[in-house]
């Protein structure tokens, strides 16, 4: 009789792969779970005013995709993945359960305890994925498809139920709930852990390192305290948030500075495919940006200007990541079947048809506006279709530059360029906040996108001149200032898209063999 090992494979990938699929799949479950809430909690029982429940959440949002270049070079360095990504797990719940105390210090150092654990947690467990792997492995992209599903899952489901359980029985109890998704994650990993699934990828990189004792402590347990010790100083930082829009300088400097120290260290075949990581993340930086409107803008264009059935413009957030569910695994399928007849597209034209689908998403936000009612409103037709097209997108491109994080960097410094990835939705999210006040409706005219070049493609697009919507009230300049946003921002991106895929052979020999 055969007999199978805690290691072979399952579904065709590494037994590994199940376990950190089911213990992200929880960790997201608590961070969206918990997100979902925040902001409302915030107005609506703390009492905050908008503006301030906005800049703590941007702050937070932020430092959440700052941490983890710290939390992945301590990991390269000290820690190693297992241990990295239970100490972020154990900050993340504790982070939660404070929510359940109403107190300032407690809501502060909450925050602050999920931004300090999701910076040991979230690049570890991304390259432990990489690591089950062995270099050149084809099934690779499709294990990283695999893993993605597992995040929206978890995006998916945690913000119906958490919301529901706060709203039904009070907000504790959603964050309760957010809590106890992550000790779940945390369990899952133990268990993994226990059945050696893991064989020896993530354990501590260097034990002498690790044991040497410094002021009489040992570094391991030195990065310990520090992981405690920084929660006061980042729950100053959000407490403070005013001063958000520096940090971008300070991010920006500290990621340069690091980048150059790399760069001196390693081989000049490491070097060039480091350049093409620092090319994708900043193609992933404009699709964040992009992207992103789907927690700000969208929502409200889908509130005041879209005829909505079936969902209020909350629920239509939940759009995207039912379309990854049902998406991830044919697409897992899609690159193991191109790879069998050795047609499967190098990883450089994916990100061009990535940032090409996600700026065709936005155009069918804009063509919305050809079937525009009398009310200003538009068919949810096309916020779906579009959110259909740049779901596609983000499957062609995020899921793989997971993936190709972990094979274009430095073996040294693999969980700190995963860090430097995750930069790109930090940044992301700063752009979009820019890009997103170009769709409010101002005394000073209807914005950069009704002039010139900008204004006939959105004539082209929409449908709508400037010369009629001039004529109309209010609602119609608000679906205007919408859909020239999107229309425009949409053309822009799909050119972009359409330049990465030409220029995809010159950076295909950068990588060096890796597809």
Not at 6 to 17: A, E, K, Q
Not at 422 to 432: D, I, L, V
Request: proline share 3%.
């Amino acid at each position: 009789m055969k007999t199978f090992s805690v290691t072979s494979d399952i579904f065709g990938h590494p037994r590994g792969l199940l376990y950190l699929f089911f213990a992200e799949l929880w960790e997201r479950f608590s961070f969206y779970g918990m997100r979902a809430l925040l902001v409302l909690y915030m107005t609506k029982h703390l009492l905050f005013s908008d503006e301030m429940s906005f800049g703590i959440y941007a702050a937070y949002m932020s430092l959440v995709y700052v941490t983890p270049l710290l939390g992945g070079m301590l990991a390269d360095k000290i820690l190693g993945f297992r241990k990295a990504i239970i100490l972020g797990g154990v900050l993340m719940a504790l982070g939660h359960f404070f929510l359940t105390f109403e107190h300032p210090m407690f809501f502060y150092s909450s925050l602050a305890f999920i931004i300090v654990g999701n910076g040991f947690f979230k690049p570890n467990i991304s390259s432990f994925v990489g690591k089950l792997y062995k270099d050149g492995d084809t099934r690779r992209d499709a294990g990283f498809t695999i893993f993605y599903m597992g995040i929206n899952i978890g995006g998916a489901v945690a913000p119906l139920l958490c919301a529901w359980l706060a709203e039904v029985y009070g907000w504790h109890y959603g964050f309760v709930l957010a809590g106890i998704g992550m000790l779940l994650g945390l369990l899952v990993f133990k268990n993994g852990l226990n059945r050696k699934v893991f064989e020896e990828h993530g354990v501590v990189p260097n034990e002498n390192i690790y044991n040497e004792k410094k002021w009489g402590i040992t570094r391991g347990r030195l990065v310990v305290l520090g992981a405690f010790l920084a929660v006061p100083i980042f729950a100053i930082i959000v407490c403070f948030h005013q001063f958000e829009h520096y940090l971008v300088w300070v991010v920006t400097s500290f990621l340069l500075l690091y980048l150059i120290y790399i760069l001196k260290q390693v081989t000049k075949q490491e070097r060039q495919k480091l350049f093409v990581a620092v090319y994708f993340t900043a193609l992933y930086t404009l699709f964040s940006a992009i992207f992103e409107q789907a927690g700000s803008s969208l929502t409200l264009f889908a509130d005041r200007s879209v005829n909505l059935i079936g969902l209020n413009a909350a629920q239509t957030n939940s759009i995207n990541s039912g379309f990854i569910i049902l998406l991830a695994i044919p697409f897992s399928m899609l690159w193991t079947f191109l790879n069998r007849i050795n047609k499967n597209p190098n990883s450089a034209i994916k990100f061009g048809l990535g940032v090409f689908f996600l700026g065709l998403g936005f155009i069918v936000f804009g063509l919305s506006a050809q079937q525009v009612d009398e009310f200003a409103k538009t068919p949810m037709f096309y916020l779906i279709l579009g959110t259909f097209i740049y779901t596609v997108g983000e499957l062609f491109l995020s899921p793989i530059g997971l993936s190709k994080m972990t094979e274009l960097s430095p073996v040294k410094y693999v969980a700190f360029i995963m860090g430097v990835w995750f930069s790109a939705n930090f940044y992301g999210h700063f752009f979009a906040g820019k890009i997103a006040k170009l769709t409010t409706v101002s005394g000073d005219g209807l914005g950069v996108f009704s002039e010139g070049i900008f204004g006939e493609i959105t004539t082209m697009i929409s449908g709508l001149s400037t010369a009629t919507i001039s004529q109309k009230g209010m609602l119609f300049q608000q679906l205007y200032s919408y859909v020239s946003v999107y229309a425009n921002f949409g053309v822009i991106t799909a050119s972009i898209g359409i330049l990465v895929i030409l220029f995809s052979t010159p950076i295909k020999r950068l990588m060096n063999g890796v597809h």
